[in-house]
């Protein structure tokens, strides 16, 4: 059985262009989560859908970053236009359900210059 | 506010050592508990889980966590690490709508 599928593994960009990060859950998953690690800051919970709807985003940390959930194998996280501080790696995670283990991604290490 | 706290951020142990790396959690409801464990340059795996029943839960690789609701913790334990032990550790709970992730512990294990 696959595992949470994230791409790409790896991104270097320029500061000021558009990412977009992509992830294909678990099938028959219906919560998703995307966070955000540094060493700074640890594990950051972003956003988390269930059932392809947004539950909480208070974890965006500006509007430059938006995910989308279009369907229940598929979401994107975008952070337009980027910036050097969000060079990090961005786990996208999905479960059964909210009280569930979740199963992570091996994430997308983002590098802006 | 709902936190866990790890409390040791590093540990370091020689191989064939026992070793307990310690969590807790603040939350009056109920709560669902998991450690998990992270290798370089790879995601987050599970490594065991309390969702009810008996406090002393086993996971994989030999390591165990007994969960103690008076003392609202829940350690990870095992007899004897490896080499291959060596990666970083964390504790998270779910009492609510969200998971909660601690801030992890680093595992060195020494030859």
């Known amino acids: 059985d696959a595992g949470v599928i994230q791409s790409p593994r790896h991104e270097v960009t320029e500061m000021g262009q558009e990412v977009t990060l992509r992830c294909k859950p678990i099938?028959?998953?219906?919560?998703l989560f995307w966070y955000r690690q540094t060493m700074m800051r640890g594990l950051e919970l972003l956003i988390y859908?269930?059932?392809?709807?947004?539950?909480?985003d208070s974890g965006m940390p500006e509007d430059r970053f938006s995910a989308k959930m279009p369907n229940a194998s598929f979401s994107t996280l975008k952070i337009q236009p980027s910036e050097p501080r969000d060079s990090a790696v961005y786990f996208c995670?999905?479960?059964?359900?909210?009280?569930?283990?979740?199963?992570f991604g091996d994430g997308t290490r983002l590098s802006i210059l | 506010a709902q936190s866990v706290t790890q409390l040791d951020s590093q540990v370091p142990v020689f191989e064939e050592a026992p070793v307990e790396l310690r969590c807790n959690y603040s939350?009056?409801?109920?709560?669902?508990l998991f450690w998990y464990v992270q290798y370089p340059n790879q995601g987050l795996q599970l490594l065991l889980k309390y969702l009810s029943g008996s406090t002393l839960v086993k996971g994989i690789n030999g390591f165990e966590a007994e969960f103690n609701k008076s003392q609202t913790s829940f350690h990870l334990r095992k007899p004897s690490v490896h080499i291959s032990d060596t990666a970083e550790y964390f504790c998270a709970y779910t009492g609510g709508f969200k998971t909660i992730f601690g801030a992890g512990t680093r595992l060195f294990v020494k030859a």
């Open positions: 939350s009056s409801v109920s709560v669902y």
């Open positions: 995670a999905s479960s059964l359900d909210r009280n569930q283990p979740q199963h």
């Open positions: 099938s028959g998953h219906d919560y």
């Open positions: 859908f269930n059932n392809n709807v947004p539950i909480d």
